[in-house]
């Protein structure tokens, strides 16, 4: 997979109409969610291990970074806050109801980099392998990421080569 990160993109917003197709050609197939699955987490496993995220950190500018209780309490730790202090300050909700940072891109990204790393969002920590966990129930939210990330990109694409 080529890591240059802007050529991967224009790629798949040249290829989204087409995309967008085959996602709503596979909610129409009786799909094995399991299969699927393992062929997409081998898919971004590859594509992970070709791309250097800190040379991109769209999902990190672009994507919903969802909060989970524990998360705001880790954040707020490290930040030396009360966890109300830090949900007034960087927790709200989107439009799908989810608790998550107000703004976008992160607050914590500086050059490409997590300044709370250790700390950072379960949501961060799993991404992008997580859109391979039930894909089956969860394609428009793939669909979502193939303009996002490269990794996922890449992976959608080996997927429309394979069924």
């Known amino acids: 997979m080529s890591t240059e990160i802007r ?21 129409k197939r009786d ?5 699927l699955d393992r062929k997409l987490k081998r898919s971004l496993n590859r594509a992970m291990s070709e791309l ?12 919903y970074v969802v909060l989970q209780d524990g ?20 927790v709200t909700r989107n439009e799908d109801g989810d608790t998550c940072l107000s703004v976008r ?18 949501c961060c920590r799993e991404y992008p392998q997580s859109l391979a966990s039930e894909a089956a129930d969860n394609l428009d939210n793939l669909g979502a990421n193939y303009l996002v990330c490269p990794a996922v990109y890449d992976a959608l694409e080996r997927l429309r080569d394979f069924i």
């Open 71 to 90: 998360d705001i309490g880790r954040l707020a730790d490290r930040l030396g806050m009360r966890r109300s202090d830090f949900r007034a300050r960087y």
């Open 52 to 63: 250097d995220c800190t040379r991109c950190a769209r999902c990190c500018k672009e994507a």
């Open 105 to 122: 891109p992160c607050p914590f990204l500086k050059k490409n980099l997590c300044t709370v790393y250790e700390d950072r969002p379960d």
């Open 31 to 35: 799909l094995s969610s399991g299969r």
């Open 7 to 27: 050529k991967l993109m224009r790629m798949a917003a040249a290829n989204e109409e087409e995309v967008d197709a085959f996602i709503e050609w596979l909610k």
